[in-house]
């Protein structure tokens, strides 16, 4: 919830490229070899329509540290990390330079459990750390969920992002906001009222404060 896939798209839009989001789990299948297949596909699309950022969500999953034995899946989480491995050193071979190149990025909060072959260099070589939004740009979050709201005079962003607790995430604040126009709306429906106009204190009430 702190805006790892949103990170991902921005890196494609400001680079121009296409976009192929994947849920690890999704690729994972119970038949032999087609687990493998799903990762090589992956790139065969990223290949056809490059350039292009394949991003591949909660990568532990799909991908963790090799050897441990206690899966349960038979060898398949192993050979999906070498395919993997294998596509990535592929794609790091084509270059940047050539105007149809393909660009892997993962996403994972157990970044301890990804096997540590996929974080050699030409692979996933750098980490950025995505953390709980602070200061200005929790207020810009906030200001962006409140986005086509009928706001009172008392609603101030700014104020209400201090107000949230500590580690609050992107997540947390689409909640919040949607909670806060959802008591605007009951008070409204119950007053007959036909325009829901968001108070602060829906705001307080959605933070529990």
Known sequence: GTGKTLLAKAVATECQT???SVKGPEL???YVGESERSVRKVFERARAC???VIFFDEVDALAPARGGGGDGSGGVLDRVVAALAAELDGAAAGGLSSGSFVVAM???NRPDLVDP???RAGRFERRVYVGAPQGAARAEVLRAQMRGMHLADD???VELAELAPARVSGADLYGVAADAWMR???RASAAGETQVVVHRDDFL???AL
């Open 106 to 108: 993962a996403a994972t």
């Open 28 to 30: 994972l299948n119970m």
């Open 184 to 186: 605007a709306a009951k």
């Open 50 to 52: 490059a350039p292009c």
């Open 18 to 20: 296409n976009f192929i």
């Open 117 to 119: 072959a996929l974080l």
């Open 205 to 207: 009430g959605a933070m």
């Open 155 to 157: 609603v101030d962003a």
